[in-house]
């Protein structure tokens, strides 16, 4: 799903988009993450940490990790999602990737994780911290690459 996605990147680059990839984060940097919010990170979303650490495409910004400053500094995955919990109420499950024009949160529910270690995109009510209806993609992958195709 990786080359799908570097495919999207390189094609939405090549059609003018604005696209600001970081740099891919050690397992180390991913673990420390993981133990700080008390998750395990999805399959895909792991590789994609690993890969490109964090993204921002056309000016939306989606959260993660980069090489620059420590864990849980300001504007990473860490950070912005004890924000959403501390602020919000966000469940402890769910890990905050961006807040939907202000209505949702756009998170990965690591309560949910299928045979192929992956767990659903979904948008959670930053009112009552309860999920909105079904999942918006099964995975962190095959939400990133619809978005890319969009």
Do not use: H
Not at 7 to 19: K, T, V, Y
Request: aromatic share 10%.
């Amino acid at each position: 799903m990786l080359s799908l996605i570097e495919q999207l990147i390189q094609r939405n680059l090549a059609e003018g988009s604005d696209i600001a990839v970081s740099a891919g984060v050690s397992q180390d940097m991913i673990q420390q993450a993981e133990s700080m919010l008390g998750v395990r990170f999805p399959v895909s979303y792991r590789a994609f940490l690993a890969t490109y650490g964090a993204i921002e495409i056309d000016c939306q910004s989606f959260a993660g990790l980069t090489t620059e400053g420590k864990v849980g500094d300001d504007g990473d995955v860490v950070s912005f999602t004890r924000y959403a919990r501390e602020d919000y109420r966000l469940p402890d499950p769910y890990v905050a990737l961006d807040f939907q024009d202000g209505d949702f949160w756009l998170c990965l529910d690591t309560s949910q994780v299928d045979q192929q270690g992956e767990s659903p995109v979904v948008l959670v009510s930053p009112v009552d911290g309860k999920r909105s209806g079904p999942a918006v993609a099964e995975s962190w992958a095959s939400f990133l690459a619809s978005y890319l195709a969009a």
